[in-house]
Structures are given as C-alpha cells and as structure tokens.
C-alpha cells in the first residue's frame, strides 16, 4: 500500500470523528433532555448545569461535555451505578459529570464558574 493511501485513511479517521462530534452538539438540546430524565430518577432533588467550553462556545473536538449535578441526595446513591448508566446511555457521549452537594458547590465551584457560564437544564 502507497503511503498517500495510508495518509488517505488517517484522515478520513479524523474526518468521521468531526461527522460523530457535529452530530452531537446539532442534538445536544434533546441528548441533554434525556440526560436530565435519567439523572433524576436517581436524584429527584438535583439541579443539573451545563457548564465549560460549550456553553462559552469555544468546544473543539477535544472537548468534554462538562455537567454540574447539585444535589443533597448524592450520600444515598450509588454514584458509580449512576455514572455507568449514563455512560452507557451515552456511550459516544463525552460527559464529564461533576455530583456534588449545595455546600461542596458554595465551597468551590461557585469560585470557579461564573453564574453566567451555567445552564440550568
């Protein structure tokens, strides 16, 4: 096989994975949606944010998917169990799920992210 064909290939690899990531974020409002009901089978009490490069608009196609889980409920879940479901769910998905309480949210990541970088989903 020519070199030029094996160059082809690769690029073609890249060229899939960008058809895979504007997939997702044309459908992110709906793949959010359905996050939204999963989480809060688990934790009714949560509020969930989306947070990070996408709501900045500035995601590349390294980005992760960066989703704030507050909730008082996160001691009487099996967290892990949760995070495998959503994974799974959303297995080409690149949630980075961040579970916290009302105080570990006041204690760091109010510092951290600005009100204006979070959406309520």
């Not at 998917?65 to 799974?88: C, G, H, P, S, Y």
């Not at 510092?111 to 970088?117: A, G, L, R, S, V």
């Amino acid at each position: 096989m020519r070199c030029l064909d094996l160059l082809s290939r690769e690029f073609d690899i890249y060229i899939e994975e960008a058809k895979k990531i504007e997939e997702i974020y044309g459908n992110l409002d709906n793949i959010l949606r359905e996050l939204k009901v999963l989480i809060k089978k688990y934790l009714s009490d949560s509020k969930i944010y989306l947070f990070g490069s996408v709501v900045r608009g500035k995601y590349t196609m390294s980005s992760d998917i960066d989703i704030l889980v507050i909730t008082e409920q996160k001691e009487r879940v099996d967290l892990d169990r949760l995070k495998a479901l959503i994974k799974k769910k959303f297995i080409d998905i690149p949630f980075q799920l961040h579970i916290v309480s009302n105080k570990e949210y006041e204690k760091w990541y109010k510092k951290f992210i600005p009100n204006t970088e979070l959406k309520e989903i």
